[in-house]
């Protein structure tokens, strides 16, 4: 993008630009996996490190693991109920670390400084790709939690309370993939966004609590999109009490 | 500014859709089941090994919390009823000993008496036996001094 002449090397904008591997006679987006492969790895040494000697009493990583644990819990049973939660725990909790590592990865980690031939890396969250993944794997799921676990009973929900709410419940089930991945796309992508027209313009502390509040708000979305996970397979396996 | 958000028209774009997405959804499924493998389930079991612990062990020291009440309650009863025990069995050995010496007392004060008495019945025969005899050697010295003026004259 060389529409502004002091263009730093790092902050240069460069948005919707891919960097494409080919797969066949299918296109997928290089720098999304890059990036993603680098933070599962974080993810998944820090749980290999942390759950290496567990003990009945906790040291050292062990705490940080087990605290997270207790969250995601804490916030599956609220969601989903203390009935079904257990099935669905790993999901949600993969869910809300996955999103969460991916965007403080995109946030903190200096991808700037790994040069691509095209497109650059960054949060993968921040690309609709992942995120529109993300969102169809929740409907699959509450779609799945429903059916297995009331059978074809599941769509007596389109019908509760009355029969009037059926075309709203259609509506939903196409609204909620949507909203969920554009959601955290809009998030992500507005929070690098910002931070590099900031830095763009003015390289120095400016950005900083941008970027600060970007590390909020990527926080705030991960824990929203695993919320409403959890809330549509709540749904989902909820019993009516007639 | 507006070719960056090209819908998918030609390549690129912000909305590019592409195998991407598949590709991302089995990936994070995967990392589910690796996820559960190594985090959630041993974490899981590790957590919940140790509220059963916690919740076993205080049931387990509550009971004997319970235990120890009682067998303090039990202790406490045993103890007042040994106070009370001893304390009766001071009275007793308190008033035995006072009978005894009541009954110690009155034998000596009896012997003293009897024996003052015999005592007493010994000397007044003595007397009277000494009286006796002393009348009887007045009365014939009487006598004799009687025959023997009698005589002189």
Redesign the interface.
Known sequence: MGFLPLALPFAELE????L?WQ?GN????GQ??LS?WVV?GA??AF??VG?RK???D?RGM?NL??FL??Y??DLAREQIGEKAYRDW???I???F??IFVCNWGGALVPWKLIHLPEGELGA?TA????T???A??VSLAYFYAGLSRKGFRYFEYYVEPTPIMLPFKIIEDFTKPLSLSFRLFGNI?ADELVVAVLAFLVPLLVPLPAMFLGLFTSAIQALIFATLAGNYIGEAVHEEHH | MT????LGAT???????????????V???L??????A???????R??E??EG?ITTSRAEAKQKLAQVERLEADLREQLKEARKATQQLIQEAEQDSEKLYREALATATAEANASREAARREIDAQRESALGQLKGDAEKLGDLIVDRLLAAK
């Open positions: 948005v919707g630009q891919h494409y797969l299918l296109k997928i987006h999304v996996f993603s599962i993810l998944l749980v290999l759950s567990m003990e009945r906790p062990q693991l087990e644990w207790d995601i819990r725990l790993p999901f909790g993969t869910l670390l996955f993968p690309d609709i790709n992942t529109v993944a993300l169809l794997l992508l | 070719s960056w958000l090209l390549e690129g774009g912000l909305f590019d859709l592409d195998a991407t997405l598949p590709l991302m959804a990936q994070v499924v990392l589910t089941f690796i996820l559960n190594l985090f959630f389930r041993p974490v899981g590790v957590v090994e140790r612990y």
